[in-house]
């Protein structure tokens, strides 16, 4: 808190969150269980409501990725038990904020599993809790990854496509040369990262993915390759190759997310007549079902952009 108001330039903050408390169930050094789970959740509560009175918070909640999975599992982080401890500690107490992952994939916010036909945001809406949705534009089903945001302006010649592949052959080349020059036997190709690097330069699920790639390829093969002098040619190569990949990333994932979008369309999640970037679309969808805030990433400005039509209509905040 203390290194937190210090970054922040505040005296105060609005909001601290306990992120993924659940990741406790994942403790290999223990045998991991819900009446411990819920009593760190307890002490943690009692802590934050100190903290309220000193004045360095208004308000605490939960992050969890759990919240919306079923409550039949033990490692669920269920709401109905942690509103109870708030009101155990106080009837007065601060938990306001649960936060957890929402996108057209993942629904289980509304899945009515709760006592009395609830919903998770039924439960929260009843006690005044407020929902914020992460992982909004982004999710995994059967057929892997998908992006609910479209990229209309990325495109690749066929040209393009060519000299990436040299590119990809040449570094390839360059990089046997320095392997055979340790072990004559050897070539590149044989380790797993070039193979992959071969093989996914124009084929990545998303762009974290590329991220891990071009960085796992650079620290750990070809730095200590060319004991940490790599020639500058080599650099620039991946560098080029590295923003291609990328490109070639978001086509892929527009691809999908147009198909999702079409889906969506036929289900009537969605109207045809929008004409709103889908991401847009998404978000307000969201909204619609229930969800108080959504958690978006925006990186560049026109992101910000594009989503203050949505900005300029949101609702009166409950808390005053």
């Known amino acids: 808190l203390k290194q937190s108001l210090k970054r922040l330039n505040r005296s105060y903050i609005d909001c601290f969150?306990?992120?993924?408390?659940?990741?406790?169930?994942?403790?290999?050094?223990?045998?991991?269980?819900?009446?411990?789970?819920?009593?760190?959740?307890?002490?943690?509560?009692?802590?934050?409501?100190?903290?309220?009175?000193?004045?360095?918070?208004?308000?605490?909640?939960?992050?969890?990725?759990s919240f919306p999975l079923s409550i039949s599992k033990d490692s669920t982080t269920n709401l109905q038990i942690v509103l109870d401890i708030a009101n155990k500690i106080s009837n007065k107490h601060h938990f306001k904020f649960i936060q957890f992952p929402f996108n057209f994939f993942e629904q289980g916010a509304i899945d009515k599993q709760y006592p009395n036909n609830k919903s998770l945001l039924d439960l929260?809406?009843?006690?005044g809790i407020i929902t914020i949705a992460n992982r909004p534009l982004s999710s995994?089903?059967?057929?892997?990854?998908?992006?609910?945001?479209?990229?209309?302006?990325?495109n690749i010649s066929l040209e393009e496509e060519k000299k990436d592949r040299?590119?990809?052959?040449d570094l390839i080349q360059r990089l046997d040369i320095q392997v055979k020059a340790n072990d004559p036997n050897c070539e590149s190709i044989d380790f797993?990262?070039?193979?992959?690097?071969?093989s996914h330069y124009n084929n990545a699920g998303n762009i974290e993915a590329v991220d891990m790639l071009y960085g796992k390829l650079y620290q750990d093969f070809i730095e200590p390759l060319f004991e940490y002098k790599v020639p500058n040619d080599i650099i620039e190569s991946l560098q080029y190759?590295?923003?291609?990949?990328?490109?070639?990333?978001?086509?892929?994932?527009?691809?999908?997310?147009t198909t999702i979008k079409k889906q969506l369309i036929t289900k009537g999640e969605i109207a045809s007549f929008d004409s709103r970037p889908f991401s847009v679309?998404?978000?307000?969808?969201?909204?619609?079902?229930?969800?108080?805030?959504v958690l978006v990433g925006m990186r560049k400005e026109s992101y910000v952009k594009q989503f203050q039509t949505l900005l300029s209509t949101t609702k009166e905040s409950i808390l005053k």
């Not at 995994?140 to 990325?154: H, L, M, Q, S, V």
Request: with cysteine; proline share 4%; aromatic share 12%.
């Open 281 to 293: 679309i998404s978000c307000d969808a969201y909204l619609k079902k229930g969800i108080d805030h």
């Open 166 to 169: 040299m590119i990809v052959h």
């Open 17 to 65: 969150m306990l992120h993924n408390p659940e990741y406790y169930f994942q403790d290999k050094n223990s045998v991991p269980n819900t009446e411990i789970y819920y009593s760190r959740i307890e002490k943690a509560f009692l802590f934050l409501e100190e903290q309220v009175s000193k004045g360095i918070i208004r308000y605490y909640g939960i992050s969890s990725n």
């Open 192 to 198: 797993p990262v070039v193979k992959l690097l071969n």
């Open 241 to 257: 190759l590295k923003a291609q990949s990328k490109k070639y990333s978001l086509l892929k994932m527009t691809k999908r997310s």
């Open 124 to 127: 929260a809406k009843e006690n």
């Open 140 to 154: 995994e089903d059967k057929n892997g990854f998908a992006r609910f945001a479209t990229y209309p302006d990325i």
